[in-house]
């Protein structure tokens, strides 16, 4: 079982990375045409920032994903850095077990909040709004997995980097 969560780990990993990294080049293209369009051109896009806003929440969402891989997770480090043997995996399982629920209310709330906006459209755009809300279910799944591969074989870069 921990040689496929590590394995599912690294290939969700490198993906949700590739596509956060995706997102933000096409927002930052975006947001050079609506400056182009709307000072240049003076005929402003009325598309651009609604679809930049949306994009960014996805992005952030899926690089959540790498950040919880390498240990940039909610905990508290001085207990774990002081911690050893017994008492720091026990630390450890708490960290864990926290995020693990705090994503859980997370994908939770969000596939509710997903299903009521489901008939709602872009004010911009003729596309369901449960496309930008299904960011919050669909990241917090993906991090699960995340915080699991790193209670199991921990890359503490984030911790060992902090002063």
Same mark, same amino acid.
């Given at each position: 079982m921990k040689t496929f969560i590590l394995w599912l780990d690294r290939l969700l990993t490198g993906l949700c990375l590739n596509v956060a990294c995706l997102l933000l080049a096409v927002i930052?293209? $975006?947001? *050079?045409?609506?400056?182009?369009?709307?000072?240049? $051109? %003076?005929?402003p896009s009325s598309w651009t920032e609604e679809s930049m806003r949306r994009l960014l929440i996805w992005m952030v969402l899926l690089g959540l994903v790498a950040a919880l891989r390498i240990g940039a997770m909610v905990s508290v480090d001085l207990m774990l850095r002081l911690s050893r043997g017994a008492w720091r995996s026990t630390v450890r399982g708490i960290i864990t077990?926290?995020? $693990?629920?705090? =994503? !859980?209310?997370?994908?939770?709330?969000?596939?509710? *909040?997903? #299903?009521?906006?489901?008939?709602?459209?872009f004010a911009s755009m003729e596309l369901s @709004? !449960?496309?930008? #809300? /299904? !960011? =919050?279910?669909?990241?917090? $799944? *993906?991090? @699960?997995? /995340?915080?699991?591969? &790193? &209670?199991?074989?921990?890359?503490? %870069? %984030?911790l060992a980097n902090a002063s």
């Open positions: 930052s293209c $975006l947001g *050079l045409w609506q400056v182009v369009v709307r000072f240049v $051109l %003076e005929q077990g926290v995020n $693990l629920s705090f =994503l !859980a209310v997370v994908a939770w709330f969000g596939i509710d *909040l997903a #299903y009521r906006v489901r008939f709602q459209t @709004m !449960a496309w930008a #809300y /299904a !960011a =919050l279910p669909v990241g917090a $799944l *993906l991090a @699960m997995v /995340a915080v699991l591969a &790193h &209670h199991i074989a921990p890359q503490n %870069e %984030e």
